[in-house]
C-alpha cells in the first residue's frame, strides 16, 4: 500500500511540475514601438495595452500610444523615426493635471489623434495577445497624427512653438 501511495505521490509531483508559467507576460510593460514615419507628420507605432478584455486592452493602448508620444518619445522601432517627446517641459504633467485628466478621459480628446486604419487584415488575425490570469496584453498598430496634435498642444498653451 505504501508503495501506491508513494508511486502516486511521486506521479502528481511531475506532472505539476512540469507545467508551464502563463501568468507573468501579462504583468510585463510592452514598449511602443516606431514602423514608419509618414510624410504628413504621423507616426505608424504598435502599442501595448493591458485590460480586462480585448476592448479595455486596445482602448489602453491608444492611451499608451498617445501618453509616449506626448512625454516620453518613441525609441524602439525604426532608426529613421526616433521621436522626440511633444513635452519638454518638466513636471508638464503635474502641471497640466487637470488638462491631461480630461484629455485622457474616457471619452476624451485623443482619440481624435489615434487611428488604427494602418492594421491590414492579415494582422487583425495576427494581433500579438499575452495573457495573465485576471488580465489581457493585446498590441495593436496604429497611427498617430503627431503633426496634428502637436498643434492642439501649441493652441491650448501647453507647449511653445
Known amino acids: 500500500m505504501m508503495r501506491i501511495v508513494m508511486v502516486v505521490l511521486c506521479f502528481c509531483l511531475v506532472s505539476f511540475s512540469c507545467s508551464t508559467q502563463r501568468d507573468i507576460s501579462g504583468n510585463y510593460a510592452y514598449k511602443t514601438e516606431c514602423f514608419e514615419s509618414e510624410l504628413d507628420g504621423s507616426i505608424t507605432v504598435k502599442a501595448w495595452g493591458n485590460g480586462r478584455n480585448y476592448f479595455d486592452a486596445c482602448e489602453q493602448a491608444k492611451k499608451n500610444a498617445v501618453w509616449d508620444v506626448l512625454f516620453n518619445g518613441i525609441t524602439d522601432g525604426k532608426s529613421e523615426c526616433h521621436q522626440r517627446p511633444l513635452v519638454h517641459e518638466v513636471n508638464a504633467r503635474q502641471k497640466y493635471d487637470d488638462y491631461f485628466n480630461k484629455f485622457f478621459a474616457g471619452r476624451g480628446a485623443y482619440k481624435r489623434y489615434v487611428s488604427v486604419r494602418d492594421e491590414r487584415i492579415v494582422s487583425k488575425f495576427d494581433r500579438s495577445r499575452k495573457g495573465a490570469r485576471q488580465s489581457v496584453t493585446h498590441g495593436i498598430i496604429l497611427r ?18
Open 144 to 161: 498617430i497624427m503627431r503633426a496634428d496634435l502637436k498643434g492642439k498642444l501649441i493652441k491650448d498653451g501647453i507647449i511653445k512653438q
